[in-house]
């Protein structure tokens, strides 16, 4: 479809933005619904995909994102209508009412609700931005343009504003990801509250580098009504490692909503919020939790006993049979902890206390992740997907199916979108293609993918490599025999995998060790190199780091060479040694904490219009 024909079936009314990557207008359609019209310049491949991925969308009925109404390919990528969706957007300056602390977390726990339901769908919003927020005269908020490609990180010389709202992944070469969309509003979320962008440069190259490398100070720095809660919240959303960010949308608003005192806070909470605070400031602070009981002169007491180290059923037992009674325990969330084990306490050990005083425990467990949607993928693009998040693969289960190709998954659990300990497997079920007894057809999959479907087939593999000048390099060019031919159970099939085109450029492998697995990613993409992740054991300072390679750093290989990177994870996970014990932190005054500050209510934008 010519965009000239999609333009006849629309009313134009305003030029928003005529020129650039994507252009929109204000548009009324023939039944008289004003909409916002966009067109995206993409490849006919993405513009696909694309308009694949957004026709999940049409039937997304949420108050909280704008409806999609119609999408389609052009002769130059894909069009989007959407409803208009009248109000101000948070990037107008001044916005026509003060935002306090409680305004900006009410707006933005509302955003996570849209969000959350975009992320059901298998999609990612992509253009989180402040601009892509949008709160009408009655007070509702609307996400605006989900689905809409985020503009292009520029480089150096460039203007710093390109690169304000983007994220530590997609620096590194990776496609965004829910986690993604989390860190972005995360970024707008730190604006609301301090007035000011948390990474700042001369121009897009430094903002660029700021996001992969510095920690952003806590929004109070800027603007003391900020409480403590709210600080947490935020620096939560902008950890680098998508891991160690929200699990989800859903997760993020429940925090937001917990810290203005619209939803009670459960204590691990708190303590996963008040721990990455104080890391990113570096600052060490200490809460007593239940007060211990003093005793009073000729009283009785009792010695606290050590207590860190040990299981909650063992410190529990401890506590009782020293005349004591367990107090509050709270969770903590933690990679260098064996899950269930006392990481701190309160009262400290050897403190002597009245008989019954309470004891309050802090247990560790394990960082939850969200699972990402890998059915539809390659066996390999799974496996790394599954590995940048932190999963493992426990086994994959090859079937025939004849809806899809051999060698993609047709099945994963736990499904997309639920939340599981960091470190857990995922069960895989990989398409051997339709039963017939004929040979899978691999031509165009990588070497591996290609050996695991024909393997699965019940054949056995041989790889030859030869140059191609259409083929990327690692991916196989032929086959002998031919798809659909018919041969013997545990016969041979000889693939034919591309080196490249003639002359294909060489590559230096580089040294990825002690890199997380995003800044591997980055670095193998700029070597022109592929990368597998797998997981083996590591010691608590290689965590979630890259702690072995193959090939070594700095050998010669083709460009397209797929490198396998180890990343570490507790030895724990692997049946080796438990957690180490940990020091017994020294009781200190109670520091004292503050809930969310605002009025209530949410700015008034009546009569107001921005440009969407």
Not at 54 to 60: Q, V
Not at 206 to 230: D, F, I, Y
Not at 301 to 322: H, K, S, Y
Not at 323 to 328: E, H, M, N, P, S
């Amino acid at each position: 479809m010519s965009e000239e024909s999609v333009l006849k079936r629309y009313e134009m009314l305003e030029v928003l933005r005529g020129e650039g990557a994507v252009r929109s207008y204000r548009a009324k359609s023939q039944e008289g619904v004003e909409v916002c019209l966009k067109f995206v310049w993409a490849e006919e491949t993405k513009a696909q995909e694309a308009v694949a991925k957004l026709a999940a969308l049409e039937s997304l009925e949420h108050p909280n994102v704008a409806k999609l109404l119609e999408t389609g390919l052009t002769e130059n990528g894909y069009f989007i209508a959407r409803e208009w969706v009248q109000g101000t957007s948070l990037d107008t300056k001044p916005m026509p009412l003060e935002i306090t602390p409680k305004i900006a977390a009410e707006v933005v726990a509302k955003v996570c609700a849209g969000l959350a339901s975009v992320h059901e769908r298998g999609l990612v919003a992509e253009n989180v931005r402040p601009s892509s927020v949008v709160v009408t005269p009655k007070g509702d908020v609307k996400l605006v343009d989900v689905g809409v490609p985020a503009d292009r990180v520029g480089g150096a010389g460039e203007p710093a504003e390109t690169a304000l709202y983007t994220s530590p992944e997609e620096i590194a070469g990776s496609l965004p990801s829910p986690s993604t969309d989390i860190y972005r509003l995360g970024l707008v979320l730190y604006e609301l509250l301090a007035g000011e962008v948390p990474f700042a440069g001369v121009d897009a190259a430094a903002v660029a580098q700021a996001h992969a490398g510095e920690t952003p100070k806590p929004p109070s720095a800027t603007n003391p009504e900020v409480s403590p809660a709210l600080d947490g919240v935020t620096l939560k959303a902008l950890q680098k490692d998508p891991v160690a960010r929200y699990a989800s949308a859903s997760a993020m608003g429940e925090a937001l909503e917990a810290a203005i005192g619209k939803k009670r806070m459960s204590p691990w909470v708190w303590v996963s919020l008040i721990a990455v605070l104080l890391a990113l400031v570096g600052v060490w602070v200490y809460t007593r939790g239940t007060e211990a009981e003093e005793p009073q002169p000729g009283e009785p007491t009792v010695a606290v006993p050590q207590l860190v180290g040990a299981t909650q059923q063992d410190a529990e037992t401890a506590i009782t049979d020293a005349g004591l009674d367990v107090g509050k325990v709270g969770e903590e969330e933690t990679i260098e902890v064996k899950p269930g084990i006392v990481t701190t306490q309160t009262p400290a050990p050897g403190k002597e206390v009245a008989e019954g005083s309470k004891v309050d425990l802090t247990v560790s467990k394990l960082p939850a992740v969200e699972v990402p949607k890998v059915t539809g993928d390659s066996q390999s693009e799974a496996i790394s997907k599954l590995g940048q998040v932190g999963l493992r693969i426990e086994d994959i289960e090859y079937v025939f199916d004849k809806r899809v190709d051999a060698g993609f998954v047709v099945d994963q659990d736990p499904q997309a979108r639920s939340d599981v300990d960091l470190g857990s497997s995922v069960r895989l079920t990989v398409s051997k293609g339709e039963e017939s007894g004929k040979v899978p057809s691999v031509v165009g999959l990588s070497e591996e993918d290609a050996g695991s479907a024909l393997e699965a087939a019940g054949f056995s593999v041989k790889s030859t490599k030869a140059e191609s000048a259409d083929v990327p390099a690692g991916n196989v060019i032929e086959q002998s025999p031919a798809a659909a031919s018919a041969a013997p159970a545990g016969s041979t099939v000889t693939i034919t995998v591309s080196k490249g085109a003639p002359g294909t450029p060489q590559a230096v492998v580089p040294d990825l060790l002690g890199m997380g697995a995003f800044q591997a990613a980055g670095a193998l993409r700029d070597a022109g190199l592929k990368g597998t992740i797998v997981f083996g054991p590591a010691s608590s300072e290689n965590l979630l780091k890259v702690v072995d390679q193959d090939p070594r750093a700095g050998a010669t290989v083709d460009q397209g060479t797929r490198v396998t990177v180890t990343l570490g994870l507790p030895e724990f996970l692997f049946g080796g040694t438990a957690a180490p014990e940990q020091p017994v932190e020294p009781e200190q005054p109670d520091t004292g904490d503050s809930g969310g500050a605002g009025t209530e209510g949410m700015p008034s934008t009546e009569g107001t219009t921005t440009g969407q």
